[in-house]
């Protein structure tokens, strides 16, 4: 399975576009880009996934390069509420084998 | 009623002892995991399990063992309990569709003094 790198923090202005990179280089061609995130030390939860397509669904959207070798998670209007961990995963669609890495924490400021 | 359950929330235990973390869902999936989580540290994999009869290791599977006792129900044990496993633990399960993503517990806040 690939792995990913993505910046261990940043910060985000209420309202604002909250722009998340991910980089997964060595994604294989059937291997999906998952988005997942955790608030405090709730359970993990699904934001959104995508393999080659741009996706958009009613908490975020997904933008994929065309080498796939990187993604962007975009939440449109952060709001406090978005304040958590997320996580970049990239598996063969559903298969959850291995570890979620060290996530971004993302914290929006009023 | 949430999707997947974990019993209990929070435990404290002492070193040695045996301790069994329950995790039942109302998915009807197959396919169960169990996570650990260290403070500022991501999700690593215990183990999983993509039927009943299937019970696979992760990559941190020394000193715990799973018993998947029906498709809704997956128990982690520490078999003698020692204070690094002290963290949290998550359970989650998914379905077989493309589609389908990963539903986590709410967690088990496990403390092993």
């Known amino acids: 399975d690939a792995k990913t790198t993505q910046p261990p923090s940043m910060d985000c202005a209420e309202g604002r576009a909250a722009n998340l990179p991910c980089n997964h280089s060595?994604?294989?061609?059937?291997?999906?880009v998952y988005w997942y995130r955790q608030i405090h030390s709730q359970g993990p939860q699904y934001i959104i996934h995508g393999l080659k397509n741009n996706e958009t669904n009613e908490m975020a959207s997904l933008i994929i390069t065309e080498d796939r070798k990187s993604s962007t998670l975009i939440l449109p209007h952060a709001t406090l509420r978005d304040t958590a961990v997320y996580y970049c995963?990239?598996?063969?669609?559903?298969?959850?084998?291995?570890?979620f890495g060290a996530g971004t924490t993302v914290t929006v400021r009023a | 009623d949430a999707d997947v359950t974990q019993t209990p929330r929070n435990r404290i235990t002492k070193t040695g002892k045996r301790i069994m973390l329950e995790c039942s869902q109302t998915?009807?999936?197959?396919?169960m995991y169990w996570y650990r989580q260290d403070p500022g540290l991501g999700l690593q994999l215990i183990y999983y399990s993509f039927d009943v009869k299937d019970i696979n290791k992760g990559e941190i599977s020394d000193g715990y063992s799973v018993s998947r006792q029906a498709q809704a129900k997956f128990s982690l044990s520490l078999e003698s309990a020692i204070p690094n496993q002290t963290a949290l633990y998550f359970c989650?399960?998914?379905?077989?569709?493309?589609?389908?993503?990963?539903?986590f517990g709410n967690g088990t806040r496990l403390t092993v003094t």
């Open positions: 060595t994604i294989s061609g059937n291997e999906y």
């Open positions: 998915k009807g999936h197959d396919r």
């Open positions: 989650a399960t998914t379905g077989s569709s493309y589609n389908s993503p990963l539903h």
């Open positions: 995963i990239v598996r063969v669609f559903n298969d959850y084998k291995l570890s």
